[in-house]
């Protein structure tokens, strides 16, 4: 009888306690054994409270998204400006999140006519392409875990190394360094940033291996011949900028051949598209929210699924709001591709992500 009260007392108080239990708050950060990381803006982390504290409250990884490229940090030869990216770095160290350094050296220029312009023989432009990289890599020296030191560097049509400029496409054109410096600039540039920073991780970042099997072989043999020869390499980012009707099997594809390397993988600039087609007007229906939701739990629970635990460096979503994404801000499309509104609400693709971290 005693035994009996007793048991009756610890059950009624253990309900007690389940009832009065305040549940924790769920947060990406919270949930994820691995980094979830964002695309930083600097002015919007500079003007918007609600944007800080988003990225405050649900990510442990921050890349900036333009600050420390090349057009930002230097904008003529003999001038670099750490402005923007220094006050990205303060933000993130002072709340002990990891900074993924975006990028060494791209293939991309917009506009920097100093770099198309410079005139020298292929060793000084080495040099110049070196005391870029050691220059920036050297100021972050310790407060960085990771670069991306080079970026798309395969072609979009074959797969193979941009050299010449063949279509007239800012997306598949040649690279600039490949002719100055050499088809080897590649390895070079890995091996100068690592002197400058050994404790970094160094990353190749690219797009399209969800698409292209050829980029996917080229990335392979990249990180083959890179290990032969002793070039320091230790990840690959797979930037993933995707849509609703994109292939589930090419992104499996993609992460399964990738995982093969042993490197660490970093699902490096994720955003799911859903006017990939440009439609004006577009209503953003139900039932296409519902098939956003489905791919952002299908990558995350992918990335999971096929990329062993200690290969799993993480994934990092392009930006935080819809607003913020730049595909509504640099390929002018309407578009929500992101995890939060523009009022920085959590969307139902929040959820996606969210499950797709649970299942
Ligand atoms: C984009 C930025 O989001 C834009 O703001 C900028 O004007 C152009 O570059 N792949 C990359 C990123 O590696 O650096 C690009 O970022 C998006 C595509």
């Given at each position: 009888m005693r035994f009996r009260v007793i048991f009756i007392l610890l059950l009624s108080l253990a309900t007690c306690k389940k009832e009065n239990a305040v549940t924790e708050p769920e947060f990406l950060k919270s949930t994820a054994l691995f980094p979830i990381g964002a695309a930083i803006d600097y002015g919007r982390l500079k003007n918007s409270s609600l944007y800080k504290k988003t990225v405050t409250d649900e990510y442990t990884s921050i890349t900036p998204e333009n600050a420390m490229k090349w057009f930002t940090i230097?904008?003529?030869?003999?001038k670099f400006d750490f402005t923007e990216a220094d006050y990205i770095v303060d933000f993130s160290l002072s709340e002990h999140n990891r900074i993924h350094g975006h990028?060494?050296?791209?293939?991309?220029?917009?506009?920097?006519e100093w770099v198309k312009n410079f005139v020298g023989d292929s060793a000084q432009w080495e040099q110049m392409i070196k005391n870029h990289i050691q220059t920036e890599v050297s100021h972050f020296k310790g407060k960085?875990?990771?670069?991306?030191?080079?970026?798309?560097?395969?072609?979009?049509?074959?797969?193979?190394?941009?050299v010449e400029d063949r279509n007239p496409s800012i997306f598949d054109d040649g690279s600039i360094f490949a002719r100055k410096v050499g088809r080897d600039y590649i390895a070079r540039a890995f091996q100068y940033a690592h002197e400058a920073d050994p404790d970094a991780l160094l990353f190749y970042n690219e797009y399209g291996q969800e698409w292209s099997t050829e980029k996917i072989q080229s990335i392979l043999a990249m990180v083959t011949d890179f290990k032969k020869r002793s070039v320091p390499i230790h990840g690959l980012g797979?930037?993933?900028?995707?849509?609703?009707?994109?292939s589930t099997s090419g992104i499996e594809n993609a992460l399964r051949e990738l995982a093969t390397t042993g490197l660490k993988i970093h699902i490096s600039e994720l955003d799911i598209s859903v006017n990939p087609k440009s439609n004006s007007p577009f209503d953003y229906t139900d039932n296409i929210k519902q098939l956003q939701y489905n791919k952002y739990k299908f990558i995350v629970s992918a990335y999971r699924r096929i990329i062993p635990a200690d290969q799993q460096y993480g994934i990092t979503t392009w930006n935080v709001g819809d607003a913020d994404s730049w595909i509504r801000g640099y390929l002018k499309r309407t578009d929500y591709p992101l995890l939060f509104d523009d009022s920085y609400q959590r969307k139902k693709t929040y959820q996606g992500f969210l499950d797709g971290l649970k299942n």
């Amino acid at each position: 009888m005693r035994f009996r009260v007793i048991f009756i007392l610890l059950l009624s108080l253990a309900t007690c306690k389940k009832e009065n239990a305040v549940t924790e708050p769920e947060f990406l950060k919270s949930t994820a054994l691995f980094p979830i990381g964002a695309a930083i803006d600097y002015g919007r982390l500079k003007n918007s409270s609600l944007y800080k504290k988003t990225v405050t409250d649900e990510y442990t990884s921050i890349t900036p998204e333009n600050a420390m490229k090349w057009f930002t940090i230097h904008p003529s030869k003999d001038k670099f400006d750490f402005t923007e990216a220094d006050y990205i770095v303060d933000f993130s160290l002072s709340e002990h999140n990891r900074i993924h350094g975006h990028t060494l050296l791209w293939y991309f220029f917009q506009d920097i006519e100093w770099v198309k312009n410079f005139v020298g023989d292929s060793a000084q432009w080495e040099q110049m392409i070196k005391n870029h990289i050691q220059t920036e890599v050297s100021h972050f020296k310790g407060k960085i875990s990771s670069w991306d030191v080079v970026n798309e560097a395969f072609r979009d049509d074959d797969g193979s190394l941009r050299v010449e400029d063949r279509n007239p496409s800012i997306f598949d054109d040649g690279s600039i360094f490949a002719r100055k410096v050499g088809r080897d600039y590649i390895a070079r540039a890995f091996q100068y940033a690592h002197e400058a920073d050994p404790d970094a991780l160094l990353f190749y970042n690219e797009y399209g291996q969800e698409w292209s099997t050829e980029k996917i072989q080229s990335i392979l043999a990249m990180v083959t011949d890179f290990k032969k020869r002793s070039v320091p390499i230790h990840g690959l980012g797979i930037q993933l900028h995707t849509d609703i009707n994109a292939s589930t099997s090419g992104i499996e594809n993609a992460l399964r051949e990738l995982a093969t390397t042993g490197l660490k993988i970093h699902i490096s600039e994720l955003d799911i598209s859903v006017n990939p087609k440009s439609n004006s007007p577009f209503d953003y229906t139900d039932n296409i929210k519902q098939l956003q939701y489905n791919k952002y739990k299908f990558i995350v629970s992918a990335y999971r699924r096929i990329i062993p635990a200690d290969q799993q460096y993480g994934i990092t979503t392009w930006n935080v709001g819809d607003a913020d994404s730049w595909i509504r801000g640099y390929l002018k499309r309407t578009d929500y591709p992101l995890l939060f509104d523009d009022s920085y609400q959590r969307k139902k693709t929040y959820q996606g992500f969210l499950d797709g971290l649970k299942n």
